[in-house]
């Protein structure tokens, strides 16, 4: 299996995926790459579709949920600098995909630009975020976002503007592709002013979600027209648990792990979640994580 002289030197073999994702569970990938540059990103998709290797791309790990059985194909990170540049043009922000989010939110916020501020406080990368739509309740990363540059699986680029672009709750229709940058579309506002906001969305979003540091994903999502605290409440799962693996009691919808707690015993909790809410409200549950 020969990758070009470019890229060659940034692969690893049977790289353990556990310490990349939020659950810290998960088996190896047995070939990982950190590309330095846009283009080693390029050349490292090439390679893999000439190679007909599968790909994964992987931003912070905060919505995957990585089985023991790991990834046999080539899984990409993009957590490095240059992979994480942010840059502010006029009311434009444009960010690399492995940009945190909360780093673009502050950037926007510190150069008087409005619209990000009430995402405060959601983990994860930029990339991430633009393929699941990530959001809070009245807001969404998709509203804002103006143009996306993809890269095609033979390495090369190609710029999705917003007519090209759909996004919906959770979701979007760019679920197959490699992002490698953003642009958002943001509106001028008084920096001090943007900082409160943030500042304030952050500290409430913190107090709903298990507190940073935790070994946590977000396994449910709102249910359309119902709340899914009641759900779970009415369902009597709240705080239920199966060994290292709970749901939350406190905040709705997120499972928290501890010592050697394994990815079939998280799904089969989440399916007694499922089933015990269909079965009392008739409602199916809907997960945004992504099971590799
Ligand atoms: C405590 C906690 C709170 C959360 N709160 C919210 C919330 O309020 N709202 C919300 O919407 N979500 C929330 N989430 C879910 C999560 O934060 C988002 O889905 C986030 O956008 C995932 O970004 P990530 O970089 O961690 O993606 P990852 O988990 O690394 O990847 C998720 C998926 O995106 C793909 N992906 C990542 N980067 C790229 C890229 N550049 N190109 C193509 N595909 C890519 C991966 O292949 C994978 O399929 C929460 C999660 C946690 C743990």
């Not at 790909?55 to 059985?69: A, D, F, Q, Y």
């Not at 990834?71 to 006029?90: C, M, N, Q, Y």
């Not at 690399?96 to 008087?112: E, P």
């Not at 975020?129 to 143009?147: E, K």
């Amino acid at each position: 299996m020969e990758f070009s002289k470019s890229t060659r030197h940034l692969i690893r073999r049977n790289e353990p995926l556990a310490p990349y994702t939020w659950l810290q569970i998960g088996g190896n990938a047995s070939l990982f790459a950190e590309p330095n540059s846009l283009e080693e990103l390029s050349q490292l998709l090439a390679d893999a579709h000439r190679l007909s290797l599968p790909v994964r791309l992987l931003g912070s790990g905060s919505n995957i949920l990585c089985r023991e059985s790991g990834f046999d194909g080539l899984v990409i990170s993009l957590s490095t600098a240059e992979l994480s540049k942010i840059e502010i043009r006029g009311e434009r922000l444009i960010a690399r995909a492995g940009a945190r989010l909360n780093h673009v939110i502050s950037a926007a916020v510190g150069a008087g630009l409005s619209g990000l501020e009430h995402l405060a406080g959601i983990p994860g990368t930029i990339g991430g975020g633009v393929v699941s739509n990530a959001g809070v309740t009245n807001d969404d990363l998709g509203s804002h976002v103006d143009r996306v540059t993809i890269i095609v699986r033979d390495g090369k680029m190609a710029n999705l503007d917003r007519r090209q672009l759909q996004f919906g709750f959770r979701r979007s229709n760019l679920d197959d592709m490699v992002i490698a940058e953003v642009e958002l579309a943001l509106e001028p506002m008084d920096s001090a002013e943007l900082t409160r906001r943030m500042q304030t969305n952050w500290i409430v979003k913190s107090k709903n979600q298990p507190q940073s540091g935790t070994r946590t994903v977000q396994a449910f999502i709102e249910p359309d027209g119902a709340s899914l605290a009641d759900l779970l409440e009415a369902a009597s799962v709240r705080g239920l648990a199966d060994g290292e693996v709970c749901l939350s009691a406190q905040h709705a919808g997120y499972i928290t792990v501890s010592g050697q707690a394994t990815s079939e015993q998280v799904l089969a909790l989440m399916e007694r979640v499922s089933r015990a809410v269909e079965i009392h409200s008739g409602i199916q549950l809907q997960s945004p994580l992504k099971i590799w």
